[in-house]
T-cell receptor, first 115, second 113 residues
Framework: EAQVTQNPRYLITVTGKKLTVTCSQN?????MSWYRQDPGLGLRQIYY???????DKGDVPEGYKVSRKEKRNFPLILESPSPNQTSLYFC??????????????FGAGSRLTVL | SQQGEEDPQALSIQEGENATMNCSYK?????LQWYRQNSGRGLVHLIL?????REKHSGRLRVTLDTSKKSSSLLITASRAADTASYFC?????????????FGKGITLSVRP
């Protein structure tokens, strides 16, 4: 089944304790992206990757890192989490349909709480 | 930065009625997409309309695009309780390398049985 898999789905951690949210897709998509979703703010892009070893900042990259060493994986790293990073995180990957557009397939989400 | 702005923010209708949701955006686009999100779940792509298209249909969905007004509408006909969800429009900029899919804040649709 074509899917984007995120882990963990739920995590409670404490300020300053490094964590990694993994993301893997099995659709051979070149494009991958991380979003965070907060009430009243919708989805905001954190980082995206156009291909292996190619990453770029989205709208809210502060406090996050990413890497793209393999096509299928795009982990999101919080080096020193803070309470304002408490959020629902989504990983997504994209194909290029007939129009050349990135139609995204989303993971189920990772709910992170930073105390 | 949010490109698409959906309207209304919330919509409540009776099963069987049509639901119309609107999206406005600020800069020229390559294409506009609509996604649905069931509570707490990942978004699911519904339909894409390119900047040179005016209308597209997919099942009970109808999307229109008016580039002169920088707006789009999503119509769900004969709504069902299962259509209850949040709906997001997302835009890809005209000059972008298809890298920047920017989402609006979403519309919460409630369909009463």
């Amino acid at each position: 089944e074509a899917q984007v898999t995120q882990n963990p789905r739920y995590l409670i951690t404490v300020t300053g304790k490094k964590l990694t949210v993994t993301c893997s897709q099995n659709m051979n998509h070149e494009y991958m992206s991380w979003y965070r979703q907060d009430p009243g703010l919708g989805l905001r892009q954190i980082y995206y990757s156009m291909n292996v070893e190619v990453t770029d900042k989205g709208d809210v990259p502060e406090g996050y890192k990413v890497s793209r060493k393999e096509k299928r994986n795009f982990p999101l790293i919080l080096e020193s989490p803070s309470p304002n990073q408490t959020s629902l995180y989504f990983c997504a990957s994209g194909n290029r349909g007939p129009s050349g557009a990135n139609v995204l397939t989303f993971g189920a989400g990772s709910r992170l709480t930073v105390l | 930065s949010q490109q698409g702005e959906e309207d209304p923010q919330a919509l409540s209708i009776q099963e069987g009625e049509n639901a119309t949701m609107n999206c406005s955006y600020k800069t020229s686009i390559n294409n506009l997409q609509w996604y649905r999100q069931n509570s707490g779940r990942g978004l699911v792509h519904l339909i894409l309309i390119r900047s040179n298209e005016r209308e597209k249909h997919s099942g009970r969905l109808r999307v229109t695009l008016d580039t002169s007004k920088k707006s789009s509408s999503l119509l769900i006909t004969a709504s069902r309780a299962a259509d209850t969800a949040s709906y997001f429009c997302a835009t890809v900029p005209f000059t972008g390398a298809n890298s920047k899919l920017t989402f609006g804040k979403g519309i919460t649709l409630s369909v009463r049985p």
